[in-house]
């Protein structure tokens, strides 16, 4: 296991102890009904609470500077990281803000920049001196900088208007990844990096049967929404020899972001990943302008794709609705209008005839009411076969897995 790796788990783990479950996406990340904290919180509802001092100061005015100044009053000047850290956490508790515990460590380890880089996993440093500050004397009585102290200021203010912690950060861990996070697109999510894991246990099946039958052909992938480019880009580096990844994305936001990470991660060597395209899976067939002679020939599809009820969307907190692309969470009046186009194309993307000895296969991260309905839909389409459908990590309906029949072995 690589140490990025351990600081993704220790950081998910952190996240996990604080976080209820959440409505949607991965390791360090969230979605509604799907995922669990660190990253976006679950879609779910809060209760409001009377407001704080500071949260009526930020509701009566727009004055930026002003505002930072109430909370560094409020924090104190010259304090030790420990008193910080837990004048923080009350704040942001006075104030409703989402995983108050989480975020102020999250933050206040990121202000911190002489003391922690992004892989030495601080914020799991500060929330051991909460729990145990012997573990960490000379850290927790070291005093902040007042830079450090007005930098963290601006982070917490952002936070009690329910900002993502990754967009405030401007990153966060993905599977092997660090991922550069900005709004609109969705901050990726805990269940995300699982159906990474699913879709690699294929990959590495499929690699195996090309190898055995003397095919030393690129796996053909397909990474359908690809947001931040996270799910292709995890699959590219993990099998960077191996894979050759496709993404598509509606978004001209999802599709810039998702360049940048794939240069950002995986370097200059970025032969693995190919330039997302700008296209809904609607329109990425054979018979559309601009695909005629496009070569599709997918061997796994993966995809996250939008699947929330409309009638849901009403129930999802204000730290997803407010910041969050409302397209890249909305999936029409069922949840299942982006899933529909995708069963509607996965014959034509996974059309060859030198698969040996294995079908193609597609997974996707969906609702917890779509596996029983996707299974129904999949029954209308005469070469899709639903195979499975499993539980995320917290005991939800989450993944299914189709196999597209273009083999007669």
């Known amino acids: 296991m690589s140490p990025l790796t351990m600081v993704s788990l220790v950081r998910g783990f952190h996240t996990f102890k604080c976080q209820s479950m959440m409505i949607r996406r991965g390791r360090q990340n969230i979605v509604p009904s799907h995922r669990l904290t660190d990253f976006p919180p679950p879609f779910t509802t809060r209760k409001s609470s009377p407001k704080s001092a500071i949260s009526r100061y930020l509701s009566s005015t727009n004055n930026d500077s002003s505002s930072k100044t109430e909370i560094c009053v409020e924090l104190g000047d010259s304090k030790s990281i420990a008193y910080t850290l837990r004048a923080a956490i009350k704040i942001l508790e006075e104030n409703s803000a989402p995983e108050p515990t989480a975020s102020a460590c999250h933050l206040l380890s990121f202000a911190l920049k002489d003391d922690f880089r992004w892989e030495d996993n601080g914020f799991a440093t500060l929330w051991d001196i909460l729990d145990n500050p012997k ?15 007005e930098y963290f200021a601006t982070m917490l203010e952002r936070r009690i208007a329910k900002e993502p912690l990754q967009y405030i950060i401007g990153q966060w861990d993905f599977h092997d990844c660090v991922l550069k996070i900005r709004p609109p697109c969705l901050c990726p999510r805990p269940e995300t990096e699982e159906l990474v894991e699913h879709a690699a ?72 990943y190919q330039n997302p395209i700008l296209c809904p899976a609607s329109e990425y067939t054979g018979v ?30 204000s730290d997803v609705v407010d910041y969050e692309d409302f397209g890249a969470l909305c999936g029409g009046n069922d949840g299942l209008d982006i899933v529909r186009d995708i069963l509607k194309r996965l014959p034509e993307w996974c059309d060859r005839k030198d698969h040996p000895s294995f079908n193609p296969v597609c997974w996707m991260e969906v609702d917890t009411s779509h596996p029983v309905v996707i299974e129904k839909l999949a029954e209308k389409h005469e070469y899709i076969e639903f195979l499975q459908g499993l539980r995320d990590f917290g005991g939800l309906d989450r993944f299914v897995k189709l196999e597209i029949k273009v083999n007669n072995n």
Request: hydrophobic content about 40%; overall charge neutral.
């Open 288 to 317: 559309h302008k601009g695909f005629e002679e496009h070569t599709f020939q997918y061997d796994i599809v993966i995809s996250n794709p939008p699947y929330i009820p409309s009638n849901d969307i009403d129930t999802l907190t």
């Open 135 to 149: 573990w960490h004397t000379s850290l927790g009585e070291k005093k902040l900088k007042r830079e450090e102290l």
């Open 201 to 272: 246990k294929d990959i590495k099946r499929m690699i195996k049967l090309l190898r055995i039958n003397g095919n030393d052909r690129k796996l053909r992938v397909l990474d359908v929404g690809c947001g931040t480019g996270a799910i292709g880009i995890a699959v590219a580096k993990l099998f960077p020899k191996d894979v050759q990844v496709d993404a598509i994305d509606v978004a001209e936001a999802a599709i810039a972001l998702s360049r940048e990470n794939a240069k950002f991660v995986l370097g200059d060597n970025q032969s693995c």
